[in-house]
């Protein structure tokens, strides 16, 4: 995986791989996501990233949703705790359309009224979609568990209340606040050079000058395990066992990342598939994440199971958990374990989608992209007493939360 970074004439710094193929992909990175909003700005991250695509001085909604859908390409975008990405993929011969239209959106949307107030609707319905469906509602509640009084814990939707009031003139200073080149990074994937790319990428900047705020945050501090049950309106029980974890800098990150692949990781041969769900046959859904933040970090456990075996199964977690804390990885088991996360990552990059994003995401937060021959050694090094000190350490079970929704007539 061979790649170049630059840095263009307003100060945005660039990443390309020049990879053989008719497809290609272009991304816009912002270093601001809803952990970075006030306490009256909460939901404009999101917000705001729907209502780019409403309006710009150059073009109404319609012929921005048309441009790249026109020449069969597609145009998207995403808003995360930190970030906010701009991204399309489309044919190679195309690359200048994207390069225009992506900054066009960012860096000159108009917000139209009539449009935020459509948008609004739009947004309210994905929360209460969020909120009708209790597998993607727990995870939002453990959050506040794991981050209690912090920005990290809040939805990225915001809520209701948020959403109504959010105004014109808020989006307008939010996106003066942070959307400039210092706060930017852009990714590319195609079969482009990267001389070429620099020169298409200069020709459609634009040209005013553009300031705003440096992101500043505050590390989450006030954690407590806590152990929760909720009566909800749901037919099974809904698990949630977890821990505030690693920052993506920690020197422990890449064996979480290894160990988490191991427990819960996508894999069929997962601890936590083979022994609760093949063995049992207790979990159609079950999963375990770590998800790295600029200061902080979140690992955690979601199963959902008939209420009958909810103690059952809860305790067959711990017991996953207790195995790795006291029981370390063999010589085989170990190397296993790493030949199939290099396996994962390798597959990943096969997708120049995937590289792009990748690429984009590690240059806004390291500031540096590691080569795949790095990753690797990276995994290599790690021993299996790495793997036993973090999982003594995240799995701690004095640490470790818990959030289950049961039914409403299910005794507790």
Known sequence: MEFEVFSLSNGIQVIHQQ????????????????????????????????????????RRAYHILNRLDNIGGELNAYTTKEETTIHSSFLKQYYQRAIELTFDIAFNPTFPDKEITREKLIILDEFYAYKENPSDQ?????????????????????????????????????????YHPENMVIASV????????????????????????KVQREAPNNYEALQKIQKKQVHQAHIMIGNQAYAYGHDQKRALILLNNILGGPSLNNRLNLNISEKHGFAYHLESNYSGFSDSGEFSIYMGTDHKQLDQ?????????????????????????????????????????????????????????????????????ITATDLADVANEVFDPQKLSSLIYVPKNYSI
């Open 19 to 58: 990879k053989n193929g008719d497809a290609a992909h272009l991304g816009l990175f912002v270093n601001v996501g809803s952990r970075d909003e006030n306490e009256d700005e909460i939901g404009l991250a999101h917000m705001l990233e729907h209502c780019m695509f409403k309006g710009t001085t150059n």
């Open 138 to 178: 727990i995870f939002e509640d453990f959050d506040q568990i794991i981050f209690p009084d912090h920005a990290l814990g809040r939805s990225i939707l915001g809520s209701p209340k948020h959403i109504k009031k959010a105004k014109r003139k808020n989006l307008l200073q939010f996106h003066q606040n942070y």
């Open 190 to 213: 195609g079969n482009v050079t990267t001389k070429q790319l620099r020169k298409w990428l200069e020709k459609h900047l634009p040209q005013q000058i553009l300031t705003g705020k």
């Open 313 to 381: 199964s809860v305790n067959l977690i711990h017991k996953e958990l207790h195995k790795l804390r006291s029981e370390k990885l063999g010589v085989i088991q170990l190397n296993q374990a790493k030949q199939q996360i290099k396996g994962q990552i390798a597959l990943g990059h096969e997708s120049g989608l995937n590289i792009m994003l990748s690429l984009g995401k590690s240059l806004l937060t390291f500031n540096k992209v590691d080569f795949l021959n790095e990753i690797f050694q990276q995994i290599d090094k």
